[in-house]
């Protein structure tokens, strides 16, 4: 087995990219060495043609909701760079495999993902492992002992999933047994046996436990009503604020991510001010923030995907578990670097971030990332 494994899925507006159906949702979650990285490329997209009745009935993605999202060529190229040298694992990979070929190809590149990467059907492998009964995503997550709540199909969740399964049916590894959450928000309980791997590629996973990070606010819904700010009127933005203390008092320099309401991280941001996290993101008591993220959060809170979630962590916080010669600068530099080697290390998904910023010196991923927890 190769040390970096890639799990895949899609959701596509139909059943046939012979015919011309499009990818609507695409996640691929790394693992390697047996353990979730917490590396996740995962997207949404315009498939710029109607999503099929049966299609919408799986996955819940309609027309309406996933125009103005990217556009897959926009994507192609992390896709490849991502997979690239892996062992890429899905379920009915012949199914996946043609549609983003179709895509590639669509999008004007030559390669195909069998070039780039190999091919590993977990369903062949079910069917010669269990020949004669049931081999569905679902059967395999049964046999595995994972217990978890599962609607609507979503890329994430499955991907996710079928990593879990995988190492449970396929490659057993003794790992501690631990409680994780859906990417969906479906309740998952504790298994009952310590060979699992728990692949984690949440917000709440990559933010806490990588970050230091805890949720401050979520944005619920986009008013028809405006404030006036700067010659221009603004939708009002309604949120709920989830930790006031975090919210209002603890002080910056402080960093800060907002998730989708799948949990992938989709902006990293940074507040130099000594004011908490609204001093940033409040202005005449609305959420004002910046107008290209601001698009985004309402375009999703108009087609019903939310609440996004913003999460926050001050300097001082993290400041003990940083590397001398990092912890030495000051807090505003802290901020700013962090902010930058961040965004650097989760730009695949980082779709709302309007910049990408060069990482300060002293601040490359091989000086002190692997210190942080």
Not at 189 to 205: L, Q
Not at 326 to 351: N, Y
């Amino acid at each position: 087995m190769s040390e970096r494994l890639v799990f895949i899925d899609t959701e596509t507006t139909g059943i046939s990219a012979r015919h011309g159906h499009r990818i609507v949702e695409l996640a691929a979650v790394e693992v390697i060495c047996g353990k979730a990285t917490g590396r996740v490329l995962h997207s949404l997209f315009d498939p710029e043609r109607p999503v099929d009745l049966g299609a919408e009935r799986v996955h819940g993605l309609c027309s309406s909701a996933l125009r103005g999202k990217p556009k897959f060529r926009d994507f192609a190229g992390n896709l490849l760079e991502f997979v690239r040298g892996s062992e890429c694992i899905m379920h009915n990979a012949a199914f996946d495999t043609a549609f983003i070929d179709s895509e590639l190809e669509r999008a004007g590149y030559h390669e195909r993902l069998a070039t780039v990467a190999k091919i590993i059907c977990s369903m062949r492998l079910a069917k010669a492992r269990y020949p004669g009964e049931s081999v569905t995503l679902d059967a395999l997550v049964r046999r595995a002992g994972i217990s978890v709540e599962r609607g609507l199909h979503s890329a994430l969740e499955d991907a996710s999933l079928l990593a879990e399964a995988y190492f449970q049916i396929f490659h057993e590894r003794v790992e501690p047994s631990t409680v994780s959450a859906s990417p969906m928000g479906g309740k998952r309980k504790k298994m009952d046996t310590t060979k699992t791997i728990s692949v984690t590629t949440t917000a709440d996973s990559c933010i806490t436990a990588m970050l230091g990070m805890e949720k401050t606010i979520e944005l619920t819904s986009a008013s028809k009503e405006t404030f006036y700010y700067r010659q221009k009127h603004k939708r009002i933005i309604v949120h709920r604020v989830v930790d006031e203390k975090r919210w209002k008092r603890i002080s910056g320099p402080l960093l800060y991510a907002v998730t989708d309401a799948s949990g992938t991280v989709r902006y990293f941001g940074k507040w130099e001010g000594a004011t908490a996290l609204y001093g940033r993101w409040l202005r005449h008591d609305t959420i004002h923030h910046q107008e290209r993220a601001r698009n985004f959060y309402i375009s999703d809170l108009d087609a019903g995907l939310g609440p996004i979630a913003v999460w926050s962590v001050s300097v001082q916080e993290i400041k003990e578990k940083l590397p001398a010669h990092v912890k030495a600068l000051p807090d505003k530099d802290i901020a700013a670097g962090l902010e930058a080697l961040w965004i650097l290390r989760w730009k695949h998904q980082l779709s709302w971030n309007s910049r990408s910023e060069p990482v300060p010196t002293g601040f490359s991923d091989g000086e002190y990332w692997n210190e942080l927890p």
